[in-house]
């Protein structure tokens, strides 16, 4: 299935029936008053999070939703039937955005959570509806109120516990593929990787979900390469490993780069936590090895993993450390939803 995270589609809702203009005719009754009967509401837009989606592929090509109109009042005041709902289905993670791309209608996180984004119609009232002591015979109806019709944005953003970072052929992928049952596409050549991947990773009795990314280059927040369009799905990862490749001339500049794409891209992403390794090790010697890793050290301040998901070197090591930082932020995440304990009182 084909990855796609944006998509823009048209929606409307309903419109109201028409309320019904009628009187009762039957023998032997001369005067038998007003009986049109009012008109059906028109059919809402709704939007639900569901499970077993992870793109919105299937909206590239269906782009048009529209909810039923209510059905008109008819005479012996029946009314009109109402218009059935349009029920969009999106993954979890995905943002609802207005036509300027800039206004967050909603976002839908669980899955099962749905929301309405237009509002169908109010059917007209029936001239039995406008029957009063000194109207007796009233030959007027409401029109059905008209439907909403918008143009909205879907966003998809993934929802996944760590991410990797890195410039282009960084390890990212092969990291992935060797921790989990993710397939990515590996190759000895940069952006092997066009679109995020994503893989459960299990350490001991702890499940959680690795996001691959596609690989930064320098001037990315300006559009260069693949820009930062795929970095808003690591914007709710708890927390980012970040691989520099150890063939590279200098992993000083490498690591800087990144970073400097990350913080261009959004300040609050460049503050999320962070786990520098040194991928490849396995090409270099020991020596070369330290000497990388020092350089490492010095540019990003954090003492980095040695890495080789080809030998296997470091990789416990890395889980276990990605398996900790995750553990922290969802007791943070508890606690501040819990909120501060109460006052003891006596």
Not at 206 to 221: M, Q, S, T, Y
Not at 291 to 311: D, G, I, Y
Request: aromatic share 6%; net charge neutral; proline share 5%.
């Amino acid at each position: 299935m084909k990855f796609l995270d944006q998509a823009k589609i048209i929606i409307r809702s309903g419109d109201g029936g028409n309320g019904c203009v009628a009187f009762r005719r039957e023998k032997y009754i001369e005067f038998g008053g007003p009986n049109g009967g009012n008109g059906g509401k028109g059919g809402d837009v709704w939007v639900q999070c569901v499970d077993n989606l992870n793109t919105l592929i299937d909206y590239r090509y269906h782009q048009h939703f529209f909810a039923t109109n209510g059905k008109p009042g008819m005479g012996q005041e029946r009314a009109g039937s109402d218009g059935d709902d349009m029920v969009i289905k999106v993954p979890p993670g995905t943002q609802i955005y207005a036509e300027d791309q800039d206004t967050l209608l909603v976002e839908l996180m669980e899955v099962g959570i749905r929301s309405r984004l237009a509002k169908g119609g109010n059917g007209g009232f029936g001239n039995a509806h406008f029957k009063t002591a000194t109207n007796r015979a009233p030959r007027h109806a409401n029109p059905g109120q008209q439907g909403t019709e918008m143009t909205i944005w879907l966003r998809l953003k993934l929802i996944a516990d760590a991410g990797l970072v890195g410039l282009p052929n960084a390890g990212k992928s092969t990291f992935l593929a060797a921790v989990s049952a993710a397939k990515p596409k590996i190759a000895a050549y940069p952006f092997t990787t066009l679109h995020p991947n994503l893989g459960v990773v299990k350490v001991g009795e702890v499940d959680f979900v690795l996001a691959d990314i596609p690989g930064l280059i320098e001037g990315a927040n300006e559009g260069a390469g693949l820009g930062t369009r795929f970095l808003g799905h690591v914007e709710r990862c708890r927390v980012l490993l970040h691989l520099v490749d150890a063939t590279e001339d200098d992993v000083g500049a490498a690591y800087k780069t990144v970073r400097a794409e990350l913080k261009a891209f959004s300040p609050e992403l460049a503050k999320r936590k962070e786990i520098v390794a040194l991928s490849k090790c396995d090409a270099l010697t020991e020596d070369i090895i330290a000497e990388k890793a020092a350089a490492l050290q010095a540019a990003s301040r954090k003492k980095p993993l040695q890495l080789s998901a080809v030998s296997g070197l470091g990789m416990k090591e890395a889980l276990f450390a990605l398996t900790r930082e995750i553990g922290k932020a969802q007791q943070v995440e508890k606690a501040a939803e819990d909120g501060p304990p109460e006052p003891w009182k006596p």
